[in-house]
């Protein structure tokens, strides 16, 4: 299984949304409940309109771990959330299949839709654990790199455990190697 990256750049994050937005709304609402919920795939596939529409907040029980979790919606979320999900009904899965029945796309094409808009913007090292891995990563960037929160959102055993996740224990040994100077 190979390793993939977060999005460390906002200009590129930016890019994605707005491919995405113009090509289809149902992929630019995955990349967002990705990165502003630090979900994973499998949890975000599972999600139906009930679960999201006019809420503050949602709980449900992470698949990966069987955890009950509950998440606050971030505003930017809501706003787009709420645009997408006017028309739909209640038991419709929010990432639906176009295969006619009410069923959520799979993870393969999840990670097809990721991994195309990445090359178009010139990313490599992208799928669908990116999205949880971009939502870590700037959530320590912004908070004063309270590696503590960050762990706590995603469940994780160690603060270490976290920060490899995100990449910053490599990103921190990289810039300290390029700016070794004799």
Not at 15 to 38: A, M, P, T, V
Not at 122 to 140: P, Q, V
Request: aromatic share 8%.
């Amino acid at each position: 299984m190979k390793t993939v990256q977060p999005i460390r750049d906002k200009n590129k994050i930016r890019e994605i949304e707005s491919i995405l937005k113009s090509q289809n709304l149902r992929d630019y609402i995955l990349f967002e409940l990705g990165i502003y919920s630090g979900l994973r795939i499998s949890d975000i596939l599972n999600l139906k309109v009930k679960d999201l529409k006019n809420q503050e907040f949602f709980t449900l029980k992470e698949k990966k771990t069987g955890k009950t979790k509950r998440l606050a919606i971030n505003p930017t979320l809501k706003k787009e959330l709420a645009k997408y999900l006017l028309d739909k009904k209640d038991n419709e899965y929010i990432i639906k299949s176009r295969e006619g029945k009410n069923k959520p796309i799979s993870r393969v094409m999840a990670w097809n839709i990721l991994n195309n808009v990445a090359k178009q913007v010139g990313l490599e090292e992208i799928g669908t654990h990116s999205l949880r891995k971009t939502f870590a990563y700037h959530l320590y960037m912004q908070n004063n790199k309270d590696i503590v929160l960050v762990q706590k959102l995603l469940n994780h055993s160690s603060p270490q455990v976290t920060l490899r996740y995100i990449g910053i224990l490599q990103e921190e040994m990289d810039d300290a190697v390029i700016a070794l100077s004799f």
